[in-house]
């Protein structure tokens, strides 16, 4: 594969670099996207009962037993080569963050330290009534789990739809993009709002946008690169032809 002398350049002298990732960015892991039907990963997802407010209140055992089903699933699975490489990326140049829209935790897996998770996180846990961060109790026997402090059910630390993102996380996720010299969409489709925005705020404020996604999507005429293919596959060989040492060498 080769890369443009211009991207290459932006990418080596950087001085602030954004890594924004979507779901694609963990289908080599084997979690699939929402929107790919024919999987057996989300087999059984009903938005409404599984990501709305309503649907927990109504049957949150349900609930509870289908995220804590997924999060075993999350957990016997690994992070692929676009985490790894993303890692690597925060560990050799100066200020790189990870803002990402995925919950599985696969970033910190793969050895990033800051990383902004517009999405919440499918390990963590919080009270439906007044946000207090939780903890499962490891056996609660027949009991629906409940906050120490305000006695509310708990529920996953996730968005759902219909609520606001976490306001410190976006709001930080805002001022480094908007601060970026270079901006990485990966595995985006552009159509989950307002995580979406922050590629075209940074491009707005003057970055150097690049996308690295299999599909066309709304980005693709406001990139400066648009690198077609999956991520997995694609950001080696860039790391490869930016530092000019083979990835697997430098992790
Ligand atoms: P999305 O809107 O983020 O779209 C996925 C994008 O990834 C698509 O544009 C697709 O072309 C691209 N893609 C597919 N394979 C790729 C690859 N190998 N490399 C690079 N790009 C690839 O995803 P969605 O499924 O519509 O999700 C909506 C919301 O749900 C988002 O917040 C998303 O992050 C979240 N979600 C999270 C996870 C997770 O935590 N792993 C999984 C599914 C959905």
């Known amino acids: 594969m080769k890369f443009d002398y211009l991207l290459l350049e932006r990418l080596r002298y950087a001085e602030n ?3 924004f990732t979507g779901a694609g960015a963990s289908t080599e892991s084997g979690i699939p996207t929402f929107r790919n039907a024919d999987n057996a990963f989300w087999v059984d997802f009903d938005l409404e009962t599984y990501a709305t407010i309503a649907g927990f209140n109504a049957e949150p055992e349900k609930v509870l037993n289908w995220y804590a089903l997924r999060r075993q699933q999350i957990q016997s699975l690994h992070p692929n080569p676009t985490h790894h490489v993303i890692a690597a990326w925060q560990a050799k140049a100066p ?12 970033h910190q897996r793969a050895g990033s330290k800051q990383v902004i ?33 305000c006695d509310s059910l708990i529920r996953p630390d996730v968005i759902w739809f219909n609520e606001a993102l976490p306001e410190e996380a976006f709001g930080q996720a805002e001022v480094t993009s908007f601060d970026c010299d270079v901006f990485v969409s990966i595995g ?9 925005s922050l ?22 005429n406001l990139s400066d690169y648009n690198l077609v293919g999956k991520s997995g596959e694609i950001l080696p060989k860039l790391w490869e032809a930016v530092w000019g040492e083979s990835f697997r060498s430098a992790t």
């Open 188 to 196: 985006c489709s552009m159509e989950v709002y307002p995580a979406a």
């Open 199 to 220: 590629p075209i705020s940074a491009a707005r404020c003057g970055a150097y946008l690049v996308q690295i996604n299999p599909m066309s999507t709304d980005l693709d």
């Open 17 to 19: 670099i954004v890594f």
């Open 117 to 149: 998770e517009l999405h919440g996180n499918i390990n963590d846990h919080k009270c439906v009534k007044n946000n207090h961060k939780a903890d499962l109790p490891i056996d609660a026997g027949q009991e629906l789990p409940r906050c120490c402090l």
């Open 95 to 106: 200020n790189v963050t990870v803002i990402t829209q995925n919950i599985d935790g696969f």
